[in-house]
């Protein structure tokens, strides 16, 4: 696996890549099967596949959330050569913000409700990398998880708005057997917390009204941001401690 810590190595590489199809799979590392059914769809769909691992400092809205994020960057490599990526681009902050966060990319009506009401900022550092690198990758597709379904709108909203030429391909959350979507975040949960936040896909899922799931899951102890049925979906947004999670289910009758 070719691995390009810089912007420039990966625009060298990328010209040396003719007559070939490219799948792009974004993430922020710490990798677990969710990321790796993304890479796996695109290794199936493209002639190349690449992966990005970039913790995101614009996107997180609070200092500690970011240095208590996850890096295990040497085991995320050895995932990925595992299952036959061809290129990994693991750049630094200094390298993709190069013009320190002066220019930045934001949306002016979805991002600023249930996710951009919780966390302002979020939105515009998400669209902000993510048009940073489908401009770099210049991929014939770019892959990303229903599980942040108001993301996976926005981001496909901002590629049609601005003609970007890589398709967004939506794949599938994928799931615990318990239910629970995975995620980064879930290792920062307890044996007992991580036996509780069951409780979260298993009420989400279910026909209740919204009104009633939150306040079910209230007394189990969880801190509701918002339940909300909207875009054909049901989208919830939990604490479960200091640790929160999110997920959304198809509400389609």
């Not at 690449?50 to 996850?70: E, K």
């Not at 550092?125 to 489908?134: A, E, F, P, Q, S």
């Not at 210049?138 to 981001?155: N, S």
Request: with cysteine.
């Amino acid at each position: 696996m070719n691995i390009a810590t810089t912007p420039e190595e990966w625009q060298a590489l990328r010209k040396q890549i003719k007559n070939k199809s490219i799948g792009f799979v974004p993430t922020m590392g710490h990798l677990h099967e969710g990321h790796l059914a993304l890479c796996e769809q695109s290794i199936k769909e493209n002639d190349i596949s690449v992966v990005s691992i970039f913790v995101n400092p614009a996107q997180f809205n609070q200092q500690a959330d970011l240095d208590a994020y996850p890096r295990t960057l040497e085991a995320d490599i050895a995932k990925l050569e595992n299952i036959g990526i061809n290129y990994l681009f693991a750049p630094d902050q200094s390298a993709m913000y190069q013009d320190n966060y002066e220019i930045c990319v934001s949306e002016n009506s979805i991002s600023k409700e249930l996710e951009g009401e919780y966390r302002p900022g979020h939105f515009e550092g998400v669209l902000t990398i993510v048009l940073k690198l489908l401009n770099l990758m210049q991929a014939d597709r770019a892959y990303f998880g229903e599980k942040d379904y108001q993301q996976l709108l926005l981001i496909k909203k901002m590629a049609k708005a601005l003609f970007l030429s890589s398709e967004i391909i939506a794949c599938e959350t994928i799931r615990a057997k318990d239910g629970l979507a995975l995620s980064s975040r879930n290792s920062r949960l307890t044996a007992d917390q991580r036996e509780r936040a069951a409780h979260f896909p298993g009420l989400l899922s279910s026909n209740e009204d919204s009104e009633i799931i939150a306040r079910q899951l209230e007394a189990l102890n969880f801190k509701v941001d918002y339940i909300t049925e909207k875009w054909g979906r049901l989208l919830g947004a939990v604490w479960l401690d200091d640790v929160r999670l999110i997920d959304n289910f198809s509400r389609e009758y």
